[in-house]
């Protein structure tokens, strides 16, 4: 379930600056409700754990705001919640609910998408970096995807995708 919560974005931040107007659209364009499904890997060479999810999403013009749970293995639930803030030249925050502590996310959007950059507070995978990539999949969908090098082969792995719809 860790690579659960790598997918979600951050919780403290720094001071904000205003955003592009097209990226306020953007950031605006993930507020509500999801829910849908995916897969997580706790380590790049862990098996892939079925997941559940639902959201409420906040967003602002120049914030992202998810809350939200995750339910794997039928019993397995874990809260999870984020706070993501544009800082004009791009985005940073702070995911709390790893089991690791607090991880750091810094990163810019690209077309559809923000790509993080994500710095765990332990390693996970034999280091304290990863990605996220945070992607608007259509009008109401949005898709969480969290990739990491595995410490054996340094190929790149996704260890967490959820395919989300608006409710």
Known sequence: ???MMLLLLA????????AHADDADFLR???????????????TNAPTVNVSCT?????????????GNCRGLVLVTR???????????????VYVGSRTGPAQL?????????????RWAKEVNGDRTAR????????DGMRLTVTDA?????????????????T
Do not use: C, W
């Not at 409700?33 to 890997?41: D, E, L, P």
């Not at 959201?55 to 809350?67: H, R, Y």
């Not at 810094?106 to 994500?118: E, H, P, Q, T, V």
């Open 1 to 3: 379930m860790k690579s």
């Open 150 to 166: 595995d410490p054996k082969t340094g190929k790149t792995v996704v260890t967490s995708r959820i395919d989300l719809k608006r």
């Open 29 to 43: 364009s993930f507020q509500g409700s999801f829910a849908g499904n995916g897969t997580v890997k706790v380590t």
């Open 11 to 18: 919780g403290g931040l720094t001071a904000v600056s205003p």
């Open 79 to 93: 809260a999870i919640s984020a706070d993501l803030k544009s800082n004009g030249k791009g985005y940073t925050g």
């Open 106 to 118: 810094n990163g810019k959007r690209s077309g559809n998408a923000l790509s993080l950059a994500i």
């Open 55 to 67: 959201f409420n999403s906040g967003a602002t013009s120049t914030s992202l705001s998810l809350d």
């Open 132 to 139: 996220l990539t945070v992607e608007k999949t259509s009008g």
